[in-house]
């Protein structure tokens, strides 16, 4: 049996993916921190999602389903999972860009995106910028 893998950015969005996978009755296996690969999940905090391939084509149907409900209309905790989130718009992000633009004009470093928008968690207080 040939599996594929599908690579989920956090073991949060691999788990409610897996379940959407289940839903559409593709069978799946988490492949992160506990399967080998010097604690991969760990490190990066990503998980592999395994099928088989007759059902890749259908798994990344779904995949691409499921990322584009969860991340355009419900704001998430990477860290937790709770959607007890607030955003806070940053101010003056234009500065941050200024070591950007003078490290591309010295050194020719393309330019970068900066994230504009801040996010935190109210139940585990985590910060993240997207």
Same mark, same amino acid.
């Given at each position: 049996? /040939?599996?594929k893998?599908? /690579?989920?950015?956090?073991?949060? +969005?691999?788990? $409610?993916?897996?379940?959407?996978?289940?839903?559409?009755?593709i069978?799946?296996?988490?492949?992160?921190e506990?399967?080998?690969?010097?604690a991969?999940?760990?490190?990066?905090?990503?998980?592999?999602?395994?099928?088989?391939?007759?059902?890749? +084509?259908?798994?990344?149907?779904?995949?691409?389903?499921?990322?584009? +409900?969860?991340?355009?209309?419900?704001?998430?905790?990477?860290?937790?999972?709770?959607?007890?989130? /607030?955003?806070?718009?940053?101010?003056?992000?234009?500065?941050?860009?200024?070591?950007?633009?003078?490290? /591309?004009?010295?050194?020719?470093?393309?330019?970068?995106?900066?994230?504009?928008?801040?996010?935190?968690?109210?139940?585990? $207080?985590?910060?993240?910028?997207?």
């Amino acid at each position: 049996m /040939t599996v594929k893998s599908i /690579t989920c950015n956090t073991p949060i +969005e691999a788990e $409610g993916f897996r379940a959407a996978l289940l839903e559409a009755g593709i069978e799946s296996v988490a492949y992160d921190e506990t399967n080998s690969k010097v604690a991969r999940g760990i490190l990066d905090k990503t998980t592999e999602i395994l099928v088989r391939e007759e059902d890749y +084509e259908q798994a990344m149907q779904v995949f691409r389903t499921y990322q584009s +409900e969860h991340n355009n209309f419900v704001p998430w905790c990477p860290n937790c999972g709770s959607e007890n989130v /607030t955003a806070c718009q940053k101010k003056n992000p234009n500065i941050r860009q200024l070591p950007r633009i003078l490290a /591309t004009l010295l050194v020719y470093i393309p330019f970068g995106y900066s994230p504009t928008q801040k996010f935190v968690c109210n139940d585990c $207080g985590h910060k993240w910028e997207r």
